[in-house]
Structure formats: C-alpha cells, structure tokens
C-alpha cells in the first residue's frame, strides 16, 4: 500500500511569495507546524493508502478527467484557518479566479478515483493551499496584511506521500496535462 493524493502543483514564485508569508507568521504563531515550501500545492483529493497496482489504471482515469478541464487561472485570496479562527487545525491560503474550472476538476478527479473504488468526497471542494498544521487547536494570529500572487496550474499530479519525523516527503508518481495530453 502507498499513501497517495492528487493535487496541483504551485509555480516556485508563489512558493517564495507564501515561505516569505510563513516566515512572519512563524514569529506569531509558535505552536503551529508549518509547511515547507516544498511541499506547498492544492490538494484536489486525499487517496489516502491505495494498492500499488491501482496506479496505473487511475493514472490513465486522471489523463482521460484532465484532458476535459482547461487551465485555471488562479490568484492567492486572504488566510484562514479550518475548522475556524478560535480552534484551529489548520492555516491555508484562500484562492480566487477560475474557481468553477478547480471545482470541476476536482469534481473530475473524484469521478476518476471512485472509479477505482476509492471513496468519493463528502464534503464540497475548497480549493486552498495549505499553510501550517496545529496538533493542539489554540488561537492564531493571521493578522500580517496580505498575500498576493497569480498563477496557472496547467498540471494535475499523483503523489506519494512518505511520513517521516521531519515531515511528509512527496514523490511525483504521475502527471496528467489538463485541456491536453497527459503522461
């Protein structure tokens, strides 16, 4: 079995842009874990463990759902935290723009997943990039004024994700071209 997500990947000026960010958070906010810039994205579906041979097949499922999506054309939209500012788990950055072409490709994805019996999203997408992770929930100060950035993902990538106690170690397994050939 292999720990796995589908997600966007995140051109490395907004990489620059968001580690510049942390940075001045990190000073207000202590107790959160924060994301290297390595290991920024937009995460369009969590697959959690699948078998080994399962990759192959969904690859080509995640080729077929990328080729009907065109290219989003995305900017950084304020912070936030889920479940929300008082008790927080998590710190992410909003996005805006296209957000019907990422909503219907992770709607896409989802299809292209369950056909491989991995389960489909309960909840609706919120496209978002992932900041920092807060094992006890507490307060946070988000208050740095604003993130900016505009950007294109014209690329759908399967991950592996590796836990160590550095951090997760992510590993392209695949790339899928949206509104074009995949591979």
């Not at 842009?17 to 937009?42: C, T």
């Not at 969590?46 to 999506?69: K, N, Q, S």
């Not at 951090?167 to 995949?182: C, E, M």
Request: aromatic residues 4%; proline residues 7%; contains cysteine.
């Amino acid at each position: 079995m292999i720990r796995t997500f589908v997600a966007l990947p995140i051109p490395d000026e907004i990489k620059a842009s968001l580690d510049a960010a942390v940075g001045v958070l990190r000073g207000r906010n202590p107790g959160v874990r924060w994301v290297r810039p390595e290991g920024l994205h937009i995460t369009l579906k969590f697959l959690g463990d699948i078998e080994e041979h399962t990759v192959a097949p969904l690859c080509a499922d995640l080729d077929v759902a990328a080729r009907t999506c065109p290219v989003p054309s995305l900017s950084l939209a304020g912070l936030g935290a889920f479940p929300g500012l008082k008790r927080p788990r998590v710190v992410w950055v909003g996005l805006a723009g296209d957000m019907e072409h990422l909503v219907a490709l992770a709607s896409a994805v989802d299809r292209a997943c369950a056909r491989h019996g991995i389960a489909p999203e309960k909840r609706p997408f919120s496209g978002h990039i992932t900041l920092g992770r807060l094992k006890t929930p507490t307060v946070v100060d988000l208050g740095i004024g604003s993130v900016s950035g505009q950007f294109s993902a014209s690329e759908v990538r399967l991950y592996r994700s590796v836990l160590t106690p550095g951090g997760a170690q992510y590993t392209v397994l695949h790339r899928s071209s949206l509104g074009g050939k995949g591979g």
